[in-house]
């Protein structure tokens, strides 16, 4: 089975702190891929990843960045959290156009 | 750009009743279209998927989809939803060939509340 996994479910964070979403798969899968997800909104692509140091913007790539220094690996930084990034964050894996594998999500709260 | 619309934010049935989710999809082309699922604090999970040939689709817990092109529809079924259906339900799009790198559009999710 296709497991991706988040290194946190639950994370509260004071505004201006810099936080990192850490997101890993075991199946060697080229494509990553986070989101955030609000009610109301569905899932929001942030940033996306083709392969090892490739990056690509999202639809709502303001306020993250992103890194991936190995195949199975990709993290989110919020570089100075702020409290409208309060949101669930979503990381997902996939082998080219095929079905993403999703993890279990991080509920991110800034105070 | 494409785009994927649920039009109903909210859906109630009684159990052992039928259930027909919504999505429509603007885009040029047939693109792959898929259905996940999401249980309360969980990620999601894929029910179906459609990329060519027969256009209804069998996936799993008894979920089917079909897909219309004339009427750029991929519509969710269940003969009979049990409590355990109760979720969120999210219709997606992905844009196939050239740099799409299998982005996922998705619509705003139908959330599916089951009466016993």
């Known amino acids: 089975d296709v497991k991706v996994t988040q290194s946190s479910r639950y994370l509260v964070k004071r505004t201006g702190e810099k936080v990192f979403l850490e997101c890993v798969q075991d199946m060697d899968h080229e494509n990553m891929f986070w989101y955030r997800q609000d009610p109301g909104l569905g899932l929001r692509l942030i940033y996306f990843?083709?392969?090892?140091?490739?990056?690509e913007k999202g639809d709502i790539p303001e306020g993250y960045s992103v890194s991936r220094e190995k195949k199975e690996r990709f993290s989110l930084i919020l570089e100075s959290a702020s409290t409208n990034q309060t949101s669930m964050y979503l990381c997902?894996?996939?082998?080219?156009?095929?079905?993403?594998?999703f993890g279990p999500g991080t509920r991110l709260t800034v105070l | 750009a494409q785009s994927v619309t649920q039009p109903d934010i909210h859906i109630t049935v009684s159990e052992g009743a039928s259930l027909e989710l919504r999505c429509n999809y603007s885009y040029g082309a047939t693109p792959y279209l898929f259905w996940y699922v999401q249980s309360p604090g969980q990620g999601l999970q894929l029910l179906l998927k459609?990329?060519?040939?027969?256009?209804l689709v069998q996936g799993i817990k008894g979920f089917e989809a079909e897909f219309k092109r004339s009427q750029s529809s991929f519509n969710l079924r269940k003969p009979s939803v049990h409590w355990s259906d109760a979720a969120e339900y999210f219709c997606a799009v992905v844009l196939t060939g050239g740099t799409s790198y299998g982005k996922l559009t998705f619509g705003q999710g139908t959330i599916l509340t089951v009466h016993p």
């Open positions: 997902a894996s996939s082998l080219m156009a095929d079905e993403q594998f």
């Open positions: 990843s083709y392969d090892v140091k490739m990056k």
């Open positions: 459609y990329f060519s040939g027969d256009t």
